[in-house]
């Protein structure tokens, strides 16, 4: 049954918290991290280098070079050759160049590109040797980063049933199925007549239930309230339902005993059971219910001001 039209909005940046399209979100890192350079230098360039190079490959052995070269002089820096690093190294040119913030990683370090007008060669040459502890912190801050983590934008909605509002459809997000989609879905088809064909335990059936839904990717999800609007969030297939409950709780006036049910089903258990195994990958419907039914709206102000019509 269609009853809801949208298009997921996109994902929520970790350090400016706004909305952008999936496929943007590399790019609002990128102009962010910029802006964040010059006031924490070293640590927005080592959070760049494992966020925006997204060849494993490239990344593990970049970093794992950088952190030689900067700790061989920290652990040794009287000895010339380590201060003294050549841009045309075969090493150099398919580990450190490639690598997004690797040449700012070194300068920041210590050293300095320089053109050698004896052999017209270019190094990286650190000429006066920072203190150990300088390096040593630029070693384990390089080492210890992580990469940038986006959430999923919930959209959160507040929706007024009006006549023709019960019409859904979503967008091509929700239903886009890759050649690796197909495959598995080819699989887990023969997996299911092979398993119809033997005796299983409860837990076996459990297990199995969730498999279905594999080719969805988010879920549209509205909670009815006992006065008639709706609360709507967005989730990835992989949240549980213990994040539904928490999208509850966050919209709420104040902290109330609530159970959600879907029509002709018992209570949704709150747990850590992924929305596509609970079937409620692409789109799901529950009751709020309470003890009581309140005075005002249960929803908080803010959540109010988001009000619009089905």
């Not at 910029?34 to 490239?58: A, F, G, R, V």
């Not at 210890?144 to 507040?158: E, G, I, Y």
Request: net charge neutral; aromatic share 8%; glycine share 6%.
């Amino acid at each position: 049954k269609q009853w809801y039209q949208r298009r997921v909005r996109g994902m929520i940046c970790p350090i400016c918290r706004s909305s952008v399209p999936k496929s943007e979100i590399s790019n609002c890192y990128e102009s962010c991290l910029e802006k964040q350079l010059e006031l924490e230098p070293l640590k927005t360039t080592c959070t760049m280098i494992h966020t925006l190079n997204t060849d494993s490959t490239l990344l593990a052995n970049g970093v794992k070079t950088l952190a030689f070269f900067v700790q061989n002089v920290a652990n040794s820096p009287d000895v010339e050759k380590y201060r003294k690093i050549r841009v045309n190294n075969p090493g150099v040119q398919k580990k450190i160049m490639p690598l997004v913030g690797g040449v700012e990683f070194l300068e920041i370090a210590g050293f300095t590109r320089i053109k050698d007008d004896a052999d017209g060669e270019e190094y990286f040459i650190m000429l006066d040797v920072p203190a150990a502890e300088h390096l040593n912190h630029c070693v384990e801050t390089l080492q210890t980063s992580v990469k940038l983590t986006p959430t999923l934008d919930r959209d959160a909605k507040v929706l007024q049933p009006s006549v023709g509002g019960q019409r859904f459809s979503v967008s091509a997000d929700f239903y886009r199925v890759t050649k690796e989609d197909l495959l598995a879905e080819q699989k887990r088809r023969t997996e299911e007549n092979e398993r119809e064909s033997v005796l299983r335990t409860k837990a076996m059936r459990d297990r199995d239930a969730g498999i279905g839904m594999r080719i969805y990717h988010y879920a549209v999800i509205r909670i009815r309230f006992p006065d008639g609007l709706y609360l709507q969030g967005t989730f990835s297939a992989h949240d549980t339902v213990e994040s539904l409950f928490k999208f509850v709780e966050s919209s709420l006036r104040h902290p109330v005993t609530f159970t959600l049910i879907a029509p002709g089903c018992p209570s949704l258990k709150r747990d850590s059971t992924l929305l596509k195994a609970a079937g409620l990958v692409p789109t799901g419907v529950f009751n709020l219910s309470v003890s009581e039914r309140p005075e005002f709206t249960l929803l908080s102000d803010e959540m109010v001001c988001k009000l619009a019509e089905l």
